[in-house]
């Protein structure tokens, strides 16, 4: 029997990325971690020293993880009937309400950011709804608070946790929860005991993406909080950019690792890494030891839950003699609890149009007059126009590279058979893992030590290493559902591989690949930590831009630059969804 050759390995594809992240993920964590133990050459404890001598920085890790456990928190729990609802939905009324949500998600961090301070502000659209109500004499100070940061977080990562359980969701079976009614059980017991733990995977992988996110935010933080709310990553950037302070940034970035990855290690334990990637959680995961007490604990409390509801539903009699589980589309009650989350999720961002067509310099609500000026003052702005230009280069030489690099990845992880692919998915999946602040301070000193700070190069591939994971993950989606028995017809009727690929394999998966590319180029368009630091002084992104403009001064044209974006984002979801409508069989 002939060997295979070595260049035959299955693992060929996936060869790229894997030296992509080898080069710009691991290599530069891995010397940002080597600083922290390093002082002129010489091993040394110094910045750990300092970093727990004194209380400050612990309160601030606690700080941190009370902001990002209340935000995971509040975000699964208002996000939940949102991605109930739309996954029952039929295909033609799913599209409308999603929409709102991948608006929401794709809607950039600092929009949405800016968008508070005008709604919460002293003048602002809360502050005069309070007052015209008679609820306060005067305006309150809402911004520079605690609540003020877990509603901008909560406001920017509940449209990722929608979307991860949305995910779930669609793949559960309605008739069990239906089955369960029709052998007696109540319907607070029916979905407690059957739908909800079905669900399960989504909620914790929608969770853990919730909380690792905001342990490494600093957008919302920064912009709404005051010295009280300050967060792990704040005192990171602090660390480079006012005192260049690597080692200590560097054992700050430690720290902050450790917890992430600690809370994956507890999430792998439980229900397995790969039911991130749309796999099946691992029964045999949660039967034995503290995790089988876990899982003993966990049924006793739904069965409390499915109880209580029984209760509540029997206090409504209409409801309770349906006898049946009713579709979740037609429930009023259902209905008008999910709009008004994405009257939450639209409402600060729409607002900006109002505000950028104002005739007065400031940004009072009401706003006062009608004018184009601010659009004006944008165009004639040299400075925004070469941001803008220098981002949508950055983002489309994104995308490109991610999905040339990306999509033989997924095909190996998807198609090969073979060893080590639960390694390969976690590999692919470690931009996620580690913080985004942790990645962008490491190839900031990578870029710096070979000369790339300031160039498009440096964007470029650093979005890269950011847009992968997105990519990969949904290319292995497409691919699941790929028949590639229509590749073996092509070749049975003479077809030559080149021309198989051509006419038969990527016009059936063009759709997808558009749809990764778009990802990308969304995710690329609106990063902005990367760009803190390899941007360059006169070279910054579009992100960069609006940030150095809102943390020095507010003014309209901000408002005209966020309408400007939230409608270029809306332009791409409707595109996105064009062609999937004409990649669907006609009925």
């Known amino acids: 029997m002939r060997r295979k050759r070595p260049w035959t390995h299955p693992l060929l594809p996936a060869a790229p990325l894997a030296l992509l992240l080898l080069l710009l993920l691991v290599y530069p964590v891995g010397q940002l971690l080597l600083l922290s133990v390093d002082s002129g050459g010489a091993f040394t404890w110094m910045h750990y020293r300092q970093l727990f001598a004194s209380s400050v920085y612990a309160n601030v890790m606690l700080i941190t993880l009370k902001i990002a456990f209340c935000t995971t928190v509040l975000s699964v729990v208002a996000g939940y009937p949102v991605a109930y609802l739309i996954a029952a939905l039929p295909r033609r009324r ?9 608006l929401s998600f794709w809607t950039s961090f600092l929009v949405r950011a800016f968008a508070w301070i005008v709604m919460l502000g002293r003048n602002g659209v809360v502050n005069q709804l309070l007052t015209a109500s008679g609820l306060q004499d005067a305006p309150a100070n809402l911004l520079y608070s605690l609540g003020a940061v877990l509603v901008g977080m909560v406001h920017a990562l509940m449209p990722l946790a929608v979307l991860t359980l949305l ?11 239906r089955a369960a009614l029709t052998l007696g059980a109540r319907p607070g017991t029916a979905f407690w005991r059957v739908y909800f733990p079905l669900s399960m995977p989504g909620v914790a992988a929608g969770a853990i993406m919730v909380f690792v996110t905001a342990i490494g935010f600093f957008i919302v933080p920064a912009l709404l909080g005051g010295r ?5 990553t704040q005192l990171i950037i602090e660390q480079i950019q006012q005192t260049m302070n690597w080692g200590f940034a560097g054992a700050i970035s430690v720290l902050m690792l450790i917890v992430v990855l600690a809370v994956f290690a507890l999430y792998d334990r439980l229900l397995g890494l790969s039911s991130m990637a749309g796999g099946s959680a691992d029964p045999g995961r949660n039967n034995t030891g503290s995790a089988g ?4 604990a966990g049924d006793a409390a739904l069965a409390t839950l499915g109880r209580a509801s029984d209760r509540l539903i029997a206090l409504f009699p209409r409801f309770s003699r349906q006898g049946h589980d009713p579709e979740p589309g037609r429930s009023p ?14 409402v600060p961002a729409l607002l900006m149009l109002p505000l950028s067509l104002a005739g007065t310099s400031g940004l009072n609500w009401p706003p006062s007059g009608f004018s184009l000026q601010h659009y004006q003052e944008l165009l004639a702005s040299p400075l925004w126009l070469r941001a803008g230009l220098r981002s949508l ?3 489309l030489g994104t995308a490109s590279l991610a999905l040339l690099v990306g999509t033989p990845a997924a095909l190996v992880l998807v198609r090969a058979r073979m060893r080590g692919k639960s ?24 870029f710096a030590r070979v000369g790339l700070v300031g160039s498009a190069w440096a964007l470029v591939l650093g979005h890269t290493v950011i847009a992968l994971p997105y990519v990969v993950l949904t290319m292995m989606a497409v691919l699941r559902n790929y028949d590639t028995r229509l590749d073996l017809a092509a070749h049975s009727l003479g077809a030559r591989p080149w021309q198989t690929l051509r006419y038969v394999s990527l016009p059936i998966l063009a759709t997808g690949l558009m749809s990764s590319f778009l990802f990308a180029f ?29 943390t020095l001064q507010i003014s309209p044209v901000i408002a005209a630059v966020s309408t400007c974006l939230f409608a270029f984002i809306a332009a791409l979801i409707w595109i996105a969804d064009r062609l999937r409508r004409n990649s669907l069989p006609a009925a």
């Open 167 to 177: 995910s779930v969701m669609e793949n559960i079976d309605r008739s069990l929860p």
């Open 393 to 395: 280069i950055v983002g």
């Open 333 to 346: 009650i259902l209905r008008t609890l999910v709009l008004l989350v994405l009257l939450f999720l639209s």
């Open 522 to 550: 969304a995710t690329s368009f609106d990063e902005l930590t990367i760009s803190l630091f390899a941007s360059g002084g006169m070279n910054a992104t579009l992100p960069k831009q609006f940030w150095d403009q809102v």
């Open 293 to 296: 007490l876990l899982h003993r």
């Open 423 to 446: 390694l390969l998915l976690a590999f692919v999946l470690s931009p996620i893992i580690v913080p985004r602040m942790v990645i962008a301070v490491g190839l900031f000193y990578f």
């Open 94 to 102: 799913k599209t409308g309400w999603l929409f709102w949500v991948l």
């Open 228 to 232: 009280r709310e300050t967060m792990i």
